[in-house]
């Protein structure tokens, strides 16, 4: 037993350091010990299998964004064995899996796997983000305005809940700074203009007072304020020139038809 706490150790101070391969290969070797002491359906067991589904999904999530897909594919399918038997899991591996998919250009597959994990699991804020960004992938902006509400009212509870017990927000304020955002996307999208220059000001204030300086949502955040604040402001520029010059004909064929007529 001795050795297995040492082991476990070692990994969590692997993953604190961002070393999630060697934390993977090592969870590998442990998972050989706990099924010789302990059996294939101990609960020691399940815990190895559960620590290889995180690690798998970390890792795929890392190849994912650096392109590799093969890698990222071939680690989601072996999250996806593992998780069996496991909701949460299962419901975290089914986002991922839709990440891939979508970046695939493959919304349909995508789309079924965000179901599956909808049905698992109806309060993962990513379920709702990830929905909402493969619906506005094909069009579907009002499922997508939806979809991105919720993952808005799941997270703002969150945000609440560790806030009132003074826990450290820094992992999910960012998520909530992107919701905001994205909010504001699909409130554009569907016309709702000033709706939505309120929610990009609200996505830069709530990123501006709980992200770190330098954060690139920050950033990005801002940079996406900028410019929605820059095309209202031109929108209502051109609407009063147009506005004006529709009054300007007006007076021009109010004139033409008071002039006298000639003999």
Do not use: W
Not at 59 to 77: G, I, V
Not at 149 to 164: A, D, F, G, K, R
Not at 173 to 179: I, Q
Not at 189 to 211: H, I, P, T, W
């Amino acid at each position: 037993m001795a050795d297995i706490e040492e082991l476990d150790k070692v990994v969590s101070q692997l993953k604190a350091e961002g070393k999630y391969m060697e934390a993977l290969e090592l969870v590998e070797q442990g998972l050989i010990i706990r099924k010789e002491k302990f059996g294939e359906d101990s609960e020691e067991v399940h815990k190895s299998y559960r620590q290889l589904c995180e690690l798998c999904n970390i890792l795929a999530t890392f190849y994912l964004q650096r392109d590799d897909s093969y890698l990222a594919l071939d680690l989601l399918k072996r999250a996806e064995v593992l998780s069996e038997g496991d909701t949460h899991s299962q419901a975290i591996t089914f986002n991922n899996l839709s990440c891939y998919y979508r970046k695939a250009n493959k919304t349909k597959i995508a789309l079924k796997y965000l179901k599956n994990a909808l049905s698992l699991e109806q309060d993962i804020p990513n379920t709702h983000l990830n929905l909402c960004a493969v619906y506005s992938q094909i069009g579907r902006h009002d499922m997508a305005l939806s979809h991105v509400m919720q993952s808005v009212i799941i997270l703002q509870e969150n945000v609440m809940n560790l806030l009132e017990s003074d826990s450290d927000i820094k992992d999910i304020a960012p998520v909530l700074a992107v919701a905001y955002h994205n909010m504001a996307v699909e409130l554009e999208y569907l016309k709702r203009n000033s709706e939505a220059l309120g929610m990009y000001a609200k996505s830069v204030s709530f990123a501006d007072e709980y992200l770190a300086p330098g954060h690139p949502v920050m950033d990005n955040v801002k940079s996406a304020y900028e410019n929605a604040l820059k095309e209202s402001q031109e929108g209502k520029k051109k609407k009063k020139n147009k506005l004006k010059g529709k009054k300007g004909q007006n007076e021009s064929l109010l004139e033409e038809k008071s002039k006298p007529l000639d003999d």
